[in-house]
């Protein structure tokens, strides 16, 4: 009888257990943990005597990024498209470059159809990018993520606990500790207990205490957990005046609803445009440091004609096209979060072999029978006045702005819209989303 095993936790995280057939069930799982707070590992820089990462922008690995940087972001917005089938009329909430480099982690450890598979559901193909190419991208792709920034918090981490009685590939422990900074524990997970207090105090470490007792069953079985987290925490580069925040505003939610929000009000110069063909305003704010967000809106009734066309291409024609400009903006203050059981989505994506008897995850143990059963994911964000939640920042005093004339444009987020949240050097979308109801956590 086939059993399987689902974790969850209010923080958010991705879940994906493996099945042993045999009379006493092996369980592998993997954890992928998506805050908007406090999770902390550190990119060894260049010449460091570490000696994790040689260098992050060499010209060939900046070409690498760019390639990558397409087809993740093709990988997002496929992904995005499912979410709304899944939960048509709601907020949507994850973290694409987690998800990627959680499935491309995995894929190490896989091979034949089933690794092509995975693969090709991340929108990758063989013939054009070799595997070699594809994982030191993503070992690029962390370096430049993580790699250390003033007045911006941004990383991603890995752990990998591995039981006494599993003897992994010597090359799979190598690999992913060289391209994915990988830090490896020997974990005894027949002694239950110790060994949730031990999964359980690295990541309330990693996450500053904002995620205790994450693991609260653990089936003695296990063979292998992995956890893979991200974190953001930045600060506007131009904050807004909470002392010109609107304590409600009306938000039109669909033609019936209405509901009420706090909504930030700033004159400012931003990069803006109108896409004429799509039918909507894209308005770019920038963090402090290597992010940026992109909001978009479109005009009434179009925003399913926007998500259908979405791609790297659009974003890359976007990019060109932003001018910058005075804006008299208005932006809702709000937290968004949002759980998916990505089993069914990845299913429907191509990745069947890896749910199948037959699977093939020899790249990872001598061991057979492996394969996939569930994952989940859920991400949080808060966005105000200055920027993310909980950034430790000096209180900011603005000088009244003067008098400009009345011919800039209004830009006012009051009905729903797309946010995207972006890695400056890498292009890589760290959050992507729908706020449909502002006041929906």
Same mark, same amino acid.
């Given at each position: 009888?086939?059993?399987?095993?689902?974790?969850?936790?209010?923080?958010?995280?991705?879940?994906?257990?493996?099945?042993?057939?045999?009379?006493?069930?092996?369980?592998?799982?993997?954890?992928?943990?998506?805050?908007?707070?406090?999770?902390?590992?550190?990119?060894?820089?260049?010449?460091?005597?570490?000696?994790?990462?040689?260098?992050?922008?060499?010209?060939?690995?900046?070409?690498?990024?760019?390639?990558?940087?397409?087809?993740?972001?093709? #990988?997002?917005?496929?992904?995005?498209?499912?979410?709304?089938?899944?939960?048509?009329?709601?907020?949507?909430?994850?973290?694409?470059?987690?998800? =990627?480099?959680?499935?491309?982690?995995?894929?190490?450890?896989?091979?034949?159809?089933?690794?092509?598979?995975?693969?090709?559901?991340?929108?990758?193909?063989?013939?054009?990018?070799?595997?070699?190419?594809?994982?030191?991208?993503?070992?690029?792709?962390?370096?430049?993520?993580? #790699?250390?920034?003033?007045?911006?918090?941004?990383?991603?981490?890995?752990?990998?606990?591995?039981?006494?009685?599993?003897?992994?590939?010597?090359?799979?422990?190598?690999?992913?500790?060289?391209?994915?900074?990988?830090?490896?524990?020997?974990?005894?997970?027949?002694?239950?207990?110790?060994?949730?207090?031990?999964?359980?105090?690295?990541?309330?470490?990693?996450?500053?205490?904002?995620?205790?007792?994450?693991?609260?069953?653990?089936?003695?079985?296990?063979?292998?957990?992995?956890?893979?987290?991200?974190?953001?925490?930045?600060?506007?580069?131009?904050?807004?005046?909470?002392?010109?925040?609107?304590?409600?505003?009306? #938000?039109?939610?669909?033609?019936?609803?209405?509901?009420?929000?706090?909504?930030?009000?700033?004159?400012?110069?931003?990069?803006?445009?109108?896409?004429?063909?799509?039918?909507?305003?894209?308005?770019?704010?920038?963090?402090?440091?290597?992010?940026?967000?992109?909001?978009?809106?479109?005009?009434?009734?179009?925003?399913?004609?926007?998500?259908?066309?979405?791609?790297?291409?659009?974003?890359?024609?976007?990019?060109?096209?932003?001018?910058?400009?005075?804006?008299?903006?208005?932006?809702?203050?709000?937290?968004?979060?949002?759980?998916?059981?990505?089993?069914?989505?990845?299913?429907?994506?191509?990745?069947?072999?890896?749910?199948?008897?037959?699977?093939?995850?020899?790249?990872?143990?001598?061991?057979?029978?492996?394969?996939?059963?569930?994952?989940?994911?859920?991400?949080?964000?808060?966005?105000?006045?200055?920027?993310?939640?909980?950034?430790?920042?000096?209180?900011?005093?603005?000088?009244?702005?003067?008098?400009?004339?009345?011919?800039?444009?209004?830009?006012?987020?009051?009905?729903?819209?797309?946010?995207?949240?972006?890695?400056? =050097?890498?292009?890589?979308?760290?959050?992507?989303?729908?706020?449909?109801?502002?006041?929906?956590?």
């Amino acid at each position: 009888m086939e059993r399987y095993f689902f974790l969850r936790d209010a923080s958010g995280f991705l879940g994906i257990c493996y099945y042993l057939p045999s009379k006493m069930s092996l369980f592998l799982y993997l954890i992928l943990l998506v805050l908007g707070l406090h999770v902390t590992i550190h990119c060894a820089p260049p010449n460091s005597s570490e000696g994790k990462v040689t260098t992050c922008h060499s010209p060939q690995q900046n070409a690498t990024l760019y390639k990558m940087s397409s087809i993740n972001a093709d #990988f997002a917005f496929n992904l995005y498209r499912r979410f709304t089938l899944e939960t048509p009329d709601r907020n949507i909430f994850f973290s694409p470059v987690s998800i =990627s480099t959680a499935l491309a982690m995995l894929s190490f450890g896989s091979c034949s159809s089933t690794q092509t598979q995975i693969l090709e559901v991340l929108g990758f193909n063989l013939t054009d990018t070799p595997l070699a190419e594809i994982q030191h991208g993503f070992q690029h792709l962390i370096c430049s993520v993580n #790699f250390p920034k003033k007045e911006l918090e941004l990383q991603m981490g890995n752990a990998l606990f591995i039981g006494k009685q599993l003897k992994p590939l010597a090359k799979f422990l190598d690999d992913v500790k060289t391209l994915y900074e990988t830090d490896v524990f020997s974990t005894d997970f027949s002694d239950v207990s110790t060994a949730k207090q031990e999964i359980n105090s690295y990541v309330e470490k990693q996450t500053k205490g904002d995620v205790v007792g994450l693991i609260q069953d653990l089936n003695p079985n296990t063979i292998m957990v992995l956890v893979n987290y991200i974190h953001l925490k930045a600060q506007w580069a131009k904050p807004f005046d909470p002392s010109k925040t609107e304590d409600r505003s009306s #938000f039109l939610v669909d033609k019936t609803t209405m509901v009420q929000v706090p909504m930030m009000h700033q004159v400012e110069q931003y990069y803006h445009l109108v896409d004429m063909e799509l039918n909507c305003t894209v308005l770019q704010m920038d963090y402090s440091k290597n992010a940026l967000a992109l909001f978009v809106l479109p005009k009434q009734g179009q925003m399913e004609w926007i998500e259908a066309a979405m791609s790297s291409k659009i974003l890359k024609k976007w990019n060109r096209l932003l001018q910058k400009g005075w804006v008299d903006l208005f932006v809702p203050k709000f937290s968004i979060s949002a759980t998916y059981d990505l089993g069914a989505m990845l299913l429907k994506m191509g990745m069947q072999d890896a749910y199948e008897e037959d699977a093939n995850f020899s790249g990872l143990t001598e061991d057979n029978g492996l394969k996939l059963s569930s994952a989940a994911h859920k991400a949080v964000l808060h966005i105000g006045e200055k920027g993310t939640e909980a950034v430790a920042v000096p209180e900011v005093r603005l000088l009244d702005q003067p008098e400009k004339p009345l011919l800039h444009p209004i830009i006012r987020f009051d009905r729903s819209f797309m946010l995207m949240i972006l890695e400056k =050097s890498t292009r890589s979308i760290l959050f992507l989303g729908k706020v449909v109801d502002p006041t929906e956590m």
